[in-house]
């Protein structure tokens, strides 16, 4: 699958769009500093929380640390994070899917 151009560079040769001139020349996302990917960010961040618990756990297991409380914070943490990426993830596919179906 191939990576759609931003709208902002789309030369549109319609009646609809008064000005195409404006959107030949617009600024580019990543000039603009706005090409961030939440989604990277996301899956990035539950990675992060995940290894923390792990490490959290294995502390845990071997004695270095005797706080429980923290360490299941850390898990509870880690669990939510994932969640909430499984979440956004499953929007992203639905919203695929209706894109896909959407008939022009």
Do not use: H
Not at 29 to 37: A, H, L, V
Not at 41 to 62: C, F, G, K, P, T
């Amino acid at each position: 699958m191939s990576a759609l151009p931003p709208v902002a560079s789309v030369n549109v040769q319609s009646p609809g769009f008064s000005k195409p001139a404006q959107a030949i020349n617009a600024t580019p996302p990543s000039e603009q500093g706005g090409d961030r990917n939440i989604f990277l960010d996301l899956m990035a961040q539950a990675n992060d929380d995940q290894l923390r618990s792990e490490q959290a756990i294995d502390s845990l297991v071997s004695g270095k640390t005797e706080d429980v409380q923290q360490v299941v914070m850390e898990v509870v943490k880690a669990e939510m994070s994932f969640q909430v990426f499984m979440e956004v993830r499953n929007q992203i596919i639905e919203s695929y899917d209706e894109l896909m179906r959407m008939q022009f």
